[in-house]
């Protein structure tokens, strides 16, 4: 898919306009504080998620300078190509509330949009993919997933739900020690449900993995090599096991660690303490990657994510990279600007050097809220 044209009105600090992107990739720079962010942001509002810097949807409309507060109304409209057809998306914010019309049939909320739109961001703040603990990595997963698989979410909320249960009973157990009999429900029960968790994440990074090598090998013009393990926390799950065998694994798991589940009062092991492994030339890319080493690993897993997720929908979704030039030496810039065919990119910088690297597509200087296109001669 692509965008063909960006409107926005009382949005954040953007002077109201529109904007005509180009199918390649769009470089967006400016100074610091200009509205780049912002306007980043006001893309991928379309996809019908919450705002990829955490803000309240009360927070967009711009501000009111003299009453200092925001004003009560923002509005964002979007001309796209998808599904081999131009169609069109208008989402306004309302006093803290959304609403949307899609190709022109009015919607009360504004996830009805969800499926309509999809792009995938590259913030800073997902370097936090790399650097913190396995939480945001299963975070990933799970998103990827949702989004690939529409049973997925369901499963894990009744997975996480029988987990819980199944912890309110290890406490209980202290106080009353003969419920411990109807431990083992649970046990099937969790095992079950974590099973075809384990299968759909194992699956998923099985997929995952030659798309990610595929991505930093370009990256890194074939300067370094990545690899990604799934790292199940049930440990004699292996790659490709059957449903039953899964499940059989992750009981016999629970069956070795029911003691400590019992004093701890907390279940130790299972696909809620999963994680995967990225190596670089054989090293966790966590402990021993430099920043920009680890800047391009995020970006090939989000790349990685967005080429399967076309594969499985047919659509490729929009990409939008925001500030992640420093600390990429230059043939990695380069890569970013010049190497992404087939799908349209929003990049934001703010040194004019870079965006010399860019040779074809188009850039716009954004100043104080308003967005200059610029003659690439
Ligand atoms: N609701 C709002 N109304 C007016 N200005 C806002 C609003 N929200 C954020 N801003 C301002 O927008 C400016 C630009 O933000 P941003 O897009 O993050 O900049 P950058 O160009 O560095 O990415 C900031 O100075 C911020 O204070
Ligand atoms: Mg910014």
Redesign the pocket.
């Known amino acids: 898919m692509h965008v063909i044209r960006l409107a926005t009105q009382n ?4 002077e109201d306009g529109e904007l005509f992107p180009c199918k390649g990739v769009n470089v ?1 720079y ?12 006001s893309l991928w509002l379309f996809t019908g998620g919450h705002s990829f ?1 955490g ?1 309240k949807d009360a ?5 009111d ?1 003299q009453k200092g507060t ?2 009560s109304k ?1 509005s964002l409209a979007l001309d796209f190509h998808s599904e081999e057809r131009d169609q069109s998306a208008v989402l306004n914010f309302e006093n803290g509330r959304r609403n949307s019309v899609i190709n022109g049939v009015k919607k009360k909320t504004g996830s009805a949009l969800i499926g309509k739109v999809c792009a995938v961001i590259f913030s800073p703040e997902h370097l936090l993919l790399i650097k913190e603990g396995p939480a945001r990595r299963r975070g990933f997963l799970d998103g990827a997933l949702c989004q690939m698989k529409p049973g997925y979410a369901g499963l894990l909320s009744v997975y996480n739900r029988s987990l819980l249960q199944r912890n309110a009973l290890l406490k209980d157990i202290s106080r009353y020690p003969e419920l411990e009999d109807t431990l083992s429900v649970w046990d099937l029960r969790l095992a079950k449900l974590g099973a075809e968790v384990m299968r759909e994440r194992g699956k998923y990074l099985e997929r995952l993995a030659p798309k990610v090598h595929g991505v930093y090998a370009g990256i890194s013009k074939n300067h370094e090599e990545i690899q990604i393990s799934y790292s199940p926390s049930v440990k004699n799950y292996v790659e490709n096991l059957s449903l039953p065998d899964a499940e059989q694994a992750f009981l016999e798991e629970l069956a070795r660690t029911r003691n400590t589940d019992l004093r701890s009062g907390f279940t130790n092991s299972g696909p809620h303490r999963d994680d995967f492994e990225i190596m670089l030339d054989g090293f966790s890319a966590r402990v021993y990657g430099s920043q920009g080493q680890q800047r391009s690993t995020v970006l090939a897993l989000k790349l990685a994510e967005a080429e399967l997720l076309s594969d499985f929908t047919g659509e490729t979704p929009i990409v939008l990279l ?2 992640v030039m420093s600390e990429l030496d230059q043939s990695r810039q380069d890569y970013l600007m010049n190497h992404l065919h087939g799908r349209q990119v929003f990049l ?1 910088c ?1 040194s004019p050097e870079t965006v010399e690297l860019l040779k074809t597509g188009m850039r716009f200087r ?1 100043e104080a ?1 308003k967005v200059f296109p610029e003659n690439m001669e």
């Open positions: 949005f954040r600090n953007l967006i400016g100074g610091n504080a200009q509205g780049k962010t912002n306007l980043l942001e810097r803000a927070e967009l409309p711009k501000l300078v925001n004003t923002a925001d500030d934001t703010c954004v809220g």
